[in-house]
């Protein structure tokens, strides 16, 4: 068996993911919102962190939720601007412990059309995974894994829900972070190898890679 089966045998089929209830969703977050972000967090950021946050009113128009089990929950909302994803963890089951909230920029989105691909961006000879992650003149610290060479990426399954069908798509992620000298707010590296049904039934993967920073309550506004 080559790396890229034993990759693709990592994923569960579509219907052995057990589709997560609909509920009210945490912050008021939901399909078709408009969030705005406070004019203020731009200047705040700026020079301290890439990520760049939106300055005009955006549109909820999907979103996923991951379950990591113990009552502990990601839920993610992609803008109508697909740059954009903000994420939102919450615990004990409960929407309204909100625990963390991360602004996302989407850097990239590479598609993998080889076992070599593959293999090259989350094999054994892959940079993603290991303790610390170079990007530019910025060192990332990894977040996942205690591992003191390469981590696994680590296996989810995001149930996305937009105005067409839902639909699964299944992860293999790596998450840094960086401190910033900006009041308790953290920046974040996450790759993750994408998996989702393509065109004509087939499997289709992808890398994405993002950048995030810590929000605060104050810097967005939902309506």
């Known amino acids: 068996m080559n790396f890229f089966q034993k990759f693709m045998l990592l994923f569960k089929s579509k219907e052995d993911v057990p589709q997560l209830p609909q509920s009210k969703a945490p912050l008021d977050l939901r399909m078709k919102a408009l969030v705005s972000m406070d004019s203020t967090f731009s200047m705040l950021t700026n020079g301290v962190s890439n990520v760049q946050g939106f300055g005009t009113d955006q549109e ?20 109508e601007d697909d740059v954009y994803m903000l994420q939102v963890r919450t615990s004990g089951g409960d929407v309204n412990f909100v625990e963390e909230v ?7 989105l590479v598609t993998i059309n080889s076992q070599e691909e593959l293999a090259r ?11 610390t992650y170079q990007l530019g003149e910025r060192t990332y610290q990894r977040m996942w894994g205690t591992e003191p060479g390469l981590a696994e990426l680590v296996l989810m399954h995001e ?3 937009n105005n067409d069908e839902p639909y699964t798509v299944q992860h293999l992620s790596m998450l840094y972070t960086r401190d910033i000298d900006l009041n308790g707010r953290k920046e974040f590296l996450l790759f993750s190898v994408e998996e989702t049904e393509g065109e004509n039934g087939g499997l289709a993967v992808q890398l994405s890679t993002a950048l995030g ?10 309506i």
Do not use: W
């Not at 909820?60 to 990591?68: H, N, P, T």
């Not at 991360?102 to 990239?108: D, K, M, T, V």
């Open 60 to 79: 909820v128009c999907a979103k996923g939720v991951i379950d990591l089990g113990q009552g502990i929950r990601v839920h993610r909302f992609y803008l």
């Open 102 to 108: 991360i602004l996302f920029n989407y850097e990239s």
């Open 121 to 131: 961006i989350a094999g054994k000879g892959s940079l993603i995974g290991l303790p």
């Open 159 to 161: 149930n996305v829900v």
């Open 213 to 222: 920073i810590t929000l605060f309550a104050n810097d967005i506004k939902v």
